[in-house]
């Protein structure tokens, strides 16, 4: 895991005892799991927790996913949030994203922490070509190692561009 530093989300923010014994669970999983959020955020009526894996090489720094846990007092959802920027709902139709409610509060918690800790163990590798591009950039790719999905790319490998020169685990 690569854990991002980030100020713990002040309990005083909270709406509701609800919020606040979400935000304390979380916390408690967060230091058990040595963990951290790049942020929380209120958003009128949800809080928001992000957490943003990234490649910490200098030469290929960048957020390789945003991966977020929603939860109004009564439900959570959790997913990555296919803008990195917050600007759509997490639409439980869309695959990766789930919802849950009718359950304690500690279960909702713990079930957004159990995602969040599965996806932060997802080994990520970057497919590196020496070549460069036609825009004189040598491309780079992360990719889920376990899928095969590509998250983040970096300049254009087409496809005469054959393998990558060097495959360089990254995170997971």
Known sequence: MVPVAAPRFELAECNSDEERAFVEALHARA?????????WRVWG????????PSD????????????????????VRFGPDETHQFA???????????FLDSRPVSELAAAAADWLERELRRPIVRHE????DRDGVAPRLWVLADSGEAIVARGYPTPDFGPPDRVVPVCG
Do not use: H, K, Q
């Open 56 to 75: 910490t090489d200098p030469a290929n720094a960048c957020g390789l996913r945003t991966l977020r846990i929603d939860f109004d007092g009564a439900s």
């Open 31 to 39: 230091e058990a799991g040595e963990w951290y959020a790049d942020s």
């Open 88 to 98: 759509t709902d997490l639409d439980p139709a869309r695959p990766g994203v789930s």
């Open 129 to 132: 070509w020496d070549r460069l």
């Open 45 to 52: 009526d949800r809080l928001t927790l992000s957490v943003t």
